[in-house]
């Protein structure tokens, strides 16, 4: 579809446009006009050495009002993000993820973010993620082919509600760490499954039936003391996983209605830490897309469908943990 788009700029100064796909490919305009796919887009104003303030971006003639505060300026300086900002005044660029259906633009955002909230900086409240697609190697399924493929695009995840689906925390996985959960795995758990290149290996009670027990229970000071630095008090399940080369996890969502202690499980409550390498491994959580597997995450399984593959050269190994957050 051709979509004309205008930024008004404070002085009438002529700011530079750069469009990018979910993809990340250039879109090509000409006299502000530009043919675009009915999906989400990236759009950029690039600072050319000259302060701009925009006060308003048109959409085939159309104002998309409040929409603008949920841009923001991030510097090529430091890489900091900016927000509420409407301009750039540095090396940089003011970043506005937009849809040339103003509609559906309108519909999805607001659905997400609170009337109140514009013009503040919705970060403080909200994470931003955005799903893009990826291709990945021909021999897997095509229900999983399709899911990678698929794109939502960008979505504001409220922080406190029970559907925010991730959140990396910033601790390194050493080699002490690696050791410990070879320990764990092989003086601990037990072999719980094997399905098409997937291994499992569980604590003795299920999740359903867990009740918190101490972390000293673990009989493992280094992962007592990871799941203490990553906030939990208590543990109630966890397991080792393999994911050999060339295999995949298909679709599908954690089901944990009958958990007895479903308080903490239900939302974003669930550790997940890759052990080895992750080049080649891409986990993605529905609408949230891929995940930043190169630090343990907190993750909500159970409220978004999520699908893995190994692409790599080596087996997958994670460390999935439930419990009690403080």
Not at 125 to 140: G, K, Q
Not at 154 to 172: G, L
Not at 242 to 254: K, S
Not at 262 to 268: A, F, L, R
């Amino acid at each position: 579809m051709e979509v004309k788009i205008h930024t008004k700029v404070l002085h009438d100064l002529t700011p530079v446009i750069e469009i990018l796909t979910l993809s990340g490919e250039a879109v090509l305009g000409k006299n502000g006009e530009y043919e675009m796919s009915e999906q989400w887009h990236c759009l950029k104003v690039k600072y050319t050495g000259q302060k701009l303030k925009i006060l308003d971006i048109f959409l085939n003639d159309q104002s998309i009002k409040h929409l603008i505060y949920t841009g923001y300026f991030k510097s090529k300086k430091d890489g900091k993000i900016y927000q509420p900002a409407t301009g750039v005044w540095e090396e940089g660029d003011f970043v506005l993820w937009i849809h040339p259906n103003l509609g559906i633009w309108q519909k999805q955002t607001f659905e997400q973010i609170d009337n109140s909230k514009y013009g503040s900086n919705l970060f403080d409240e909200y994470a931003l993620t955005v799903d893009r697609p990826i291709r990945i190697d021909d021999h897997y399924p095509e229900n999983v082919k399709g899911f990678f493929r698929h794109a939502h695009g960008p979505y504001w995840w409220k922080k406190d509600s029970i559907r925010f689906p991730y959140r990396q925390i910033d601790i390194e996985v050493t080699d002490e760490v690696r050791l410990a959960v070879a320990k764990l795995q092989k003086q601990t758990l037990k072999h719980n499954k094997t399905i098409d290149g997937w291994v499992d290996y569980m604590s003795e009670i299920p999740t359903d039936d867990a009740d918190p027990r101490p972390l000293s229970d673990l009989n493992n000071t280094v992962l007592e003391n990871l799941l203490a630095q990553a906030g939990y008090s208590h543990w109630l399940s966890i397991s080792v996983a393999i994911l050999d080369p060339g295999c995949y996890i298909a679709p599908h969502i954690d089901d944990y209605s009958k958990c007895k202690n479903i308080q903490h499980i239900k939302g974003c409550q669930k550790f997940y830490m890759s052990v080895n390498e992750v080049d080649g491994v891409y986990f993605k959580l529905g609408s949230a897309g891929l995940l930043p597997l190169e630090k343990p995450l907190i993750l909500n399984t159970n409220q978004h469908t999520h699908s893995v593959v190994n692409q790599g050269p080596t087996q997958r190994k994670i460390l999935m943990c439930y419990g009690v957050l403080k």
